[in-house]
């Protein structure tokens, strides 16, 4: 994509430019010339005074002018000059700039932005401290000493941070592809710099330093975009335990912003950090060359104590020291004479590089564990170099992760950095081991929840949307956000979530005859959207036995809550059937909207004590089965869901059914912005909702409210669902039926079994390259695709279908859009199966991409196609296309047609 190039430009120049001022220059720009003049780069240094070109020793390889067209400025002037300089750039046309400064004035930042818009430049800064390309030997920084080159790219929202990891980079093997420095991000933002990445073939795993997010939905297309092809590891920084003011349910009083972040970053695929020295544990095993699949581990050792240690830190970790499998105890058994084979395996003191040998080569091939981690610990007469030189061999051999534990200081230094040299991530501690291999291990989990992408409505029973708007309008109508008890479980029932009757009372007299109705015992509860936490001020009665009973609780409930809140408007008392059963289990779910991240749904431990006890977890929805599944099994109370002290299993899959259809009521309703369900009782096969509350905006925007075709549907997400909307039938003209649907993940195959069948003409109109099939890595990027930031349409017969190929699903063509980073316009491209050229499917395709982009609100649609494609000329001028010739590369043609 053009933009993208763009970056490149930025963060693989050709050609710099060094702009300073005249005069005495701080030492800091004296050693970044010189860094330079040893790139593999053409440089030039541009004074500021008399904008003229000048010839520095070390700093330039060309003493001529600057030419115009450079690949990237580097700014290094005081505020007061950075207009200036960017103008000059700007007059230089070079293609982009880094403004290198300690800090951003207040104010001035937009009116550099508007600068470089102007200038058609992309701008890293202000208040960066530049980036490094060690594969170029380009330093363009104030981060110090240029590191080793490798392949962990580093991205930091804070230069200082990242100085410091180049600085510990310099005594490690860990070499980096690319590190920059944010800054301000008043053009280039972190998400770009991540979309860049994930294209880069230098780069195999990132590293992000992460305060702040400003644009939730760029931020998580580009980073489950870029987790999708590899590994991410993100330190979040400015953690905020505060809780919500203002809340009016428990949902949005008990979660944290830093929770809605860490339940983000899980979600796109990453592994969140919590330490900087995680940070460096985390770079060191995605350096090395394999990542593990799950979270079983086998632990070697030459003592019991240490072997201990990292059993205790695994339990804590949540890592499991899975059971050797029988052949494997057999083999090791053989192996290891007189040793008790167990995980932890103990060798002994007496272990020496053939026992470390035969133990790792065998658990290597236990398909019932993950990864491995060997621990030695230095005593007189142990061959200490010499397990470590077998160690460090078999290592490069191993088909899954190794990681070790040498324990010590002194005596084992030169030891760990001959592991290190090897590639093995060594650690001085078993807790520091363990929990690297916890924080890497999640990397699969989170995978798993990245791969998953659901539909905003599931499969089951169509919920009833009508009712449910009714109910929202009749509360805004009377004035009020807050749903009432009866209100929020009408909402709940017409989206199927199972509730129990419940009836108002509004006198004592007509409490007693409802009561009677309900059948005894009855719960009794104040009914009032004004009063949040009903118990709190009298206002639940539980265990109402009798007639007399329900006419002086009610008093005494109105009573009460009107001595607690005068103010408070009480429209009387409901009542509802208590539970008979003995086994029921207290469950909450809820929902709150996150300032940045928008709806998010909690699920946990519920019944009064729901505050304090904080046994919640949180996905951003949509949900499916796994996701529902994946946030039960991760809380405290899912241990007691099964048989638990006497008490039967519940149903499990019915309580999947009603996160589900929770997510079915966020992503359709937009206007809840909170929800409480709590409690939720589950027993045996029944979950019920017993009580319930609602609160809805009247501030969203309508477009949002009814999924109108003038706004971004579903627009109030930070993830968007599968497009099931967009699934449609279309006829070719010689009447043979297809379907037009969006890409899904598991359209790999089929894909690259289209692109295998493109003749070798359409491939390079295609790609512009000779490619003859997709790599794994483009693959995974053209199917795994964020719906927001991308859209692939992909034509496709049935496998009924005669032409189908080996009796599966056949893409007969795709087409797909992705948004720039303006977010008003979209770069796009379209490839047809030789076959169906002259069928009419790419002038239907590209008018259904055309669409689908107007119905999100895109300004724009343009491409690039080869001036040889001809037959795509033709289509491009029959469906309107302006066609102009590339600026950078007469070859090509630009097309782009405005979207009205």
Known sequence: MQYLHELAALFDPATVVLLVESGELPGWIDELAHELGQAKVRTWRLVLDDASATAGAGDTRDAGGVPPGCDLALIAVSAPCEV?????????????????????TPGHPAGLAAIAREARIRLLGPATMGFVRPSRGLNASRMGAIPPAGNVALVSQSGVLGAAVLDWAADSTIGFSLVVSLGAEVDVDVAQVLDFLASDTATRAVVVHLEAVRDARSFMSALRALATVKPVVVLKGGRDHAMRPGARTHSGAIVASDAVYTAALRRAGVVQVRLFTQLFTSVR???????????RLAVVSNGSGPAVLAADQAFFQGIRLTPFTPPTQRRLGDALPGVEIVNPLNLGMAADADAYAAAIETLAYDPECDA??????????????????RVAAIARTLVKPLFACWLGDSSTRA?????DAAGVPVFRTPEAAVDAFSTVATYYQNQMLLQQVPTSLSEMASPGLDTARRVIDEAFAAGREALTELESKALLAAFHVPVNRTVLARDADEAVRLAAQVGFPVAMKISSADVVHKSDVGGVVLNVRNAAEAGSQYAAIVEAVRAARPEARLDGVTLQAMKSGHHGRELYVGVFRDRLFGPVIAFGAGGTRVEVVRDTTLELPPLNDFLARSMIARTR?????GEFRGAPPIDVEALVRVLVRVSEMVCELPQIAEMDINPVIAEGGDVVAVDARVVVDREMPRAWVRG??????????????????????????DGRRYTIRPIRAEDGTRLQRFVRGLSEQSRYFRFI????ELTPQMLARYTQIDYDRELALVATIGPDDPQAADGDETILGVVRYLLNPDRETCEFAIAIADRLHGQGLGTTLMQAIVDAARAK???????FVLAINAPMMGLMRTLGFRIETDLDDPALKRVWRAID
Do not use: C, F
């Open 415 to 419: 030891l760990r950095t001959r592991l």
């Open 372 to 389: 491995m981690l060997a621990m030695m610990t230095p005593y007189a007469g142990a061959p200490a170099g010499a397990i470590t030189d």
């Open 857 to 863: 609100g895109l300004r724009r649609i343009e491409g």
């Open 84 to 104: 200036q300089a960017l103008r000059t750039a700007g007059a230089l046309r070079v293609r982009s700039a880094v403004l290198l400064a300690s800090h951003a």
């Open 637 to 641: 109370v899912a241990r007691t869901l």
């Open 769 to 772: 390259s000779t490619l003859t």
């Open 285 to 295: 095993y995605l350096a090395s060359r394999n990542w593990p699949l799950g979270k």
């Open 708 to 733: 109108e075709a003038a706004g971004p549907r579903h627009g109030h997400l930070a993830i968007m669902p599968y497009p099931a909307h967009m699934v449609g039938e279309r006829t070719l003209r």
